[in-house]
T-cell receptor, first 116, second 112 residues
């Protein structure tokens, strides 16, 4: 158990809908990362927050947004969902920021999103 | 230049054998190379990581070999066990970013 929690575990929704995925980082970790894992794309970095502020952005669609709250939990919002958004969404956390060399990332169990 | 190329895509090994997974990168700014292990239905778990100032790091049955000049690194699993059956991802990170670039994964199956 990495100490990172994600809810819900599974989510089934229809095209065009909006969903929110939630992540609580390990105790003491200030950085939260979101990744998308699909069969044909592997693990893709979406976005990182550090202590409430956006730190780095990857291949995140404009329909997707995220935020980190004062209690350090994070939410990933996915809107206008398409069939191709079906994937596993992982949250990871690390102690801080300043380079991957220093701060190891620990992954949560993921949320499986199915868009029908 | 941001890619990390991983091979093979899948690997079948007999129990007790050696599993070898290879990764290659182009970006010379990468200076952190972790390996993650993922079981079905679970999140990736950090297995072992190496910095480019050493050529090898060993933790139990798991060894990373790193070749800086060739820009390649590999994971060796000695005495492979059925419990090692999982998907393995290599990754690379740069000193000026927290972003990890992942390889496409290798599905390892160890048969008794």
């Amino acid at each position: 158990d990495s100490g990172v929690t994600q809810t819900p575990k599974h989510l089934i929704t229809a095209t065009g809908q909006r969903v929110t995925l939630r992540c609580s980082p390990r105790s003491g970790d200030l950085s939260v990362y979101w990744y998308q894992q699909s069969l044909d794309q592997g693990l893709q970095f979406l976005i990182q927050y550090y202590n409430g502020e956006e730190r780095a952005k990857g291949n995140i669609l404009e329909r997707f947004s995220a935020q980190q709250f004062p209690d350090l939990h994070s939410e990933l919002n996915l809107s206008s969902l398409e069939l191709g958004d079906s994937a596993l969404y992982f949250c990871a956390s690390s102690v801080g920021t300043g380079g991957a060399i220093t701060y190891e990332q620990y992954f949560g169990p993921g949320t499986r999103l199915t868009v029908t | 230049q941001q890619q990390v190329k991983q091979s093979p895509q899948s690997l079948i090994v007999q129990k007790g054998g050696i599993s070898i997974i290879n990764c290659a990168y182009e970006n010379t700014a990468f200076d952190y190379f972790p390996w993650y292990q993922q079981f079905p239905g679970k999140g990736p778990a950090l297995l072992i990581a190496i910095r480019p100032d050493v050529s090898e790091k060993k933790e139990g049955r798991f060894t990373i070999s790193f070749n800086k000049s060739a820009k390649q690194f590999s994971l060796h699993i000695m005495d492979s066990q059925p419990g090692d059956s999982a998907t393995y991802f290599c990754a690379a990170g740069a000193y000026n970013t927290d972003k990890l670039i992942f390889g496409t994964g290798t599905r390892l199956q160890v048969f008794p």
